[in-house]
């Protein structure tokens, strides 16, 4: 465990556990970090998935140049890489939350015409995950107001997490009665 951040073995973690950790974290999609990814995740050496953050968002996008395949982005974006415990691929050391990924399947997405590929969806194994101390709350789960996670939202758009509100959810045994009264 590095200093400052906790370390999961998802392996020897419980899943009921691991839920809401990765529940409170995971906004609308995550942003990967190179460009290539449908062709480095299917490489068998692993990858690794870093939530942005707002105050490096632009670092990040700097990845997103469209520079040649070999070119590395890590040369010009001012991030920092820090090693990962089970996968080849470094990690972002900037972002509060990393996952450690083996991939299960790279399904290509394509238009049932012509055939074009026009995304990959990659689902993956969480083998590890790497969470900074200072944006969990008491119980252990994300602080979204200290984590300011950006959701990459299309074209050229991302988004911030605004004001947060906690709302219960209704459990059935307290609205049962009400509920049937209704319909």
């Known amino acids: 465990e590095e200093r400052g951040w906790k370390v999961i073995n998802t392996e020897e973690e419980d899943t009921a556990r691991l839920y809401p950790l990765t529940n409170s974290?995971?906004?609308p999609?995550?942003?990967?970090?190179?460009k290539d990814t449908p062709t480095n995740v299917r490489n068998g050496f692993g990858f690794a998935i870093n939530i942005i953050s707002e105050p490096f968002v632009k670092n990040a996008n700097v990845a997103s140049i469209n520079a040649p395949s070999k070119f590395d982005e890590w040369t010009i974006n001012g991030l920092t890489k820090a090693p990962s415990i089970h996968v080849k691929a470094p990690r972002v050391k900037e972002s509060a939350f990393n996952m450690e990924c083996e991939l299960f399947q790279a399904i290509d997405i394509t238009l049932p015409v012509s055939g074009q590929i026009t995304t990959t969806m990659i689902l993956a194994y969480i083998k590890y995950i790497h969470v900074h101390n200072n944006v969990l709350n008491e119980r252990g789960v994300v602080d979204i107001t200290k984590y300011k996670p950006i959701a990459r939202l299309g074209d050229i758009s991302y988004g911030r997490v605004g004001d947060v509100f906690?709302?219960?959810?209704?459990v059935w045994d307290r609205e049962k009665e009400r509920i049937e009264s209704v319909l």
């Open 25 to 27: 974290v995971i906004v």
């Open 166 to 170: 906690r709302l219960a959810r209704p």
């Open 29 to 34: 999609r995550p942003i990967a970090f190179v």
